[in-house]
Each structure stands twice: as C-alpha cells, then as structure tokens.
C-alpha cells in the first residue's frame, strides 16, 4: 500500500486511522505491517465496504475532509471492491537504524554475500553494485528515469531496489532514492 506523506503524517499522529481502497481482491491482511518512508504502519483490520456505507466520519478519519472527495479518489481507480482499511501507526522503520550504521568487518562479507547472492539468481547478471552506483551518482531522480538509463522495466527496478533497502544500503526519498550512510560505507569497501 502507498501512502502520500501527509497521510503518513496523519497516521503517525493518529489522526488518520482508516484507508480506502478500490481492488479486485484484498491485497493486504489484517496484521500486517506496511514499511514506508515515515515507519511502519499495522493493518489492524479490513473489510468489503459498499460505497454507500462510507460515512462522513469515515472519510475524516482516512484524511479527508468530505465523503465527496474520497469517493473522487476512489473513482480513478475503476472497478473492484472497496475495501475499509484500518490502520495505525507502529512504530520507526527498523531499517532507519541499520540505514545509518556503517557495516562492521562482517557486517561488509555478509552484505557482499548477500549481494552476491542476488547477482547470482538474477537472470541478466550482476546488478547489485550498478544499480548502487546508480543511485550514489544520481540520488533523488525519478525512479524510471534510473531504469531506463540501465534500459530495464521501472517496476523490475523498483523491486530491485526494494532488496537494497532490505540491507540498508538504500532510502527512499519523496522522489527518487539515495545511498544511506550504510550503502556507501559499503560502496567505499565494496571490490570491483
């Protein structure tokens, strides 16, 4: 689930505790946490809601000031279900710490293990330091601008990405990603 920074806000401050969203079927559980660039926010329920159902308070309570502009919303998404999502927030991405922390002597083999691991299964080869490099190079630029200057598919690239911020090397920016302190602590250490 994506969410715009200030709904994150609003999580993060308990003041948004609902999402709606229009699919053909749940892509989330109840239970769940979602990682985003604010912290982790936890699933704490979801159910098919008829349109109709939505109240007032609803719509206030997922960020927005009238019914009206969250069906709006709602209605660029075309058919599907509509799903009541309630949310809240859990805490600080635990990725946020390991961001900043330079990796130890083993920490730098288990992430070159780790990478070399993702090269390994990748169908087209290496990728993990290029696209490190890429990102240390060109921090804050639009995610697809990044993919095509490796002539790959924007979301193959995100999900790529995605295993970077796994580690630590990467973050996400409102646009685009950088390298973490991690990353390029790693990138300084990192054989080629």
């Given at each position: 689930?994506?969410?715009?920074?200030?709904?994150?806000?609003?999580?993060?401050?308990?003041?948004?505790?609902l999402a709606f969203r229009r699919?053909?079927?749940?892509?989330?559980?109840?239970?769940?946490?979602?990682?985003?660039?604010?912290?982790?926010?936890?699933?704490?329920?979801?159910?098919?809601?008829?349109?109709?159902?939505?109240?007032?308070?609803?719509?206030?309570?997922?960020?927005?000031?009238?019914?009206?502009?969250?069906?709006?919303?709602?209605?660029?998404?075309?058919?599907?279900?509509?799903?009541?999502?309630?949310?809240?927030?859990?805490g600080k991405d635990p990725r946020?710490?390991?961001?900043?922390?330079?990796?130890?002597?083993?920490?730098?083999?288990?992430?070159?293990?780790?990478?070399?691991?993702?090269?390994?299964?990748?169908?087209?080869?290496?990728?993990?330091?290029?696209?490190?490099?890429?990102?240390?190079a060109h921090p804050a630029v639009?995610?697809?601008?990044?993919?095509?200057?490796?002539?790959?598919?924007?979301?193959?690239?995100?999900?790529?990405?995605?295993?970077?911020?796994?580690?630590?090397?990467?973050?996400?920016?409102?646009?685009?990603?950088?390298?973490?302190?991690?990353?390029?602590?790693?990138?300084?250490?990192?054989?080629?």
């Amino acid at each position: 689930m994506l969410f715009k920074s200030a709904i994150l806000d609003g999580i993060r401050r308990g003041s948004i505790t609902l999402a709606f969203r229009r699919w053909p079927r749940p892509r989330i559980k109840a239970g769940s946490e979602v990682r985003t660039a604010l912290g982790v926010v936890a699933v704490t329920g979801i159910k098919p809601i008829e349109v109709q159902a939505i109240s007032e308070a609803d719509a206030r309570k997922a960020g927005y000031a009238t019914k009206a502009q969250l069906l709006a919303e709602l209605a660029k998404f075309g058919s599907g279900s509509v799903f009541r999502i309630g949310l809240g927030f859990a805490g600080k991405d635990p990725r946020e710490a390991l961001r900043k922390q330079a990796p130890t002597r083993s920490g730098a083999t288990e992430i070159a293990t780790r990478l070399a691991r993702l090269d390994t299964s990748a169908r087209d080869g290496a990728w993990t330091l290029k696209v490190l490099e890429l990102i240390a190079a060109h921090p804050a630029v639009r995610a697809a601008e990044l993919a095509a200057a490796l002539s790959w598919e924007t979301q193959a690239f995100k999900i790529r990405v995605r295993k970077l911020k796994e580690l630590g090397l990467t973050e996400s920016l409102e646009t685009g990603y950088r390298i973490s302190p991690r990353g390029a602590a790693y990138l300084k250490a990192a054989p080629r």
